[in-house]
């Protein structure tokens, strides 16, 4: 099975930047795709940013687009979420996922195999 491990959550105050990390362990990906996910209190878990392994193609959801940008290192096999302007409607706990090979980037949970425990991010105003 693939393992992820996120890190780099904390406490922030609104318009400042904060960067999340993911490990990957288990195996090595080629094609996988891999997203982060957040869920609020009270709300649904949100799709944020997808990418596929390979870097040819990122897709964000519109509330993150332009202030956050997801990148992998394929040495490391990390996956990072840099989000930058903050505001207090970020505040959620934070996850990273991935989906098998041959799967497609996806911003559907459900398209998703694989997760991390989650990091809390919480911004304040």
């Known amino acids: 099975q693939v393992q992820l491990v996120e890190s780099g959550g904390g406490l922030v105050q609104a318009g400042d930047s904060l960067t999340l990390s993911c490990v990957i362990s288990?195996?090595?990906?080629?094609?996988?795709?891999v997203a982060w996910f957040r869920q609020a209190p009270g709300k649904e878990r949100e799709y944020v940013a997808a990418?596929?392994?390979?870097?040819?193609?990122?897709h964000y959801a519109d509330p993150v687009k332009g202030r956050f940008t997801i990148a992998r290192d394929t040495t490391k096999h990390t996956v990072n979420l840099q989000m930058n302007s903050l505001n207090p409607e970020d505040t959620a706990v934070y996850y990273c996922?991935?989906?098998?090979?041959?799967?497609?980037?996806?911003?559907?949970?459900?398209?998703?195999?694989?997760w991390g425990q989650g990091t809390q991010v919480a911004v304040s105003s």
């Open positions: 288990g195996r090595t990906f080629s094609r996988n795709p």
């Open positions: 990418m596929s392994w390979s870097g040819k193609i990122e």
């Open positions: 996922a991935a989906g098998i090979a041959t799967m497609g980037v996806s911003s559907s949970a459900h398209n998703y195999f694989y």
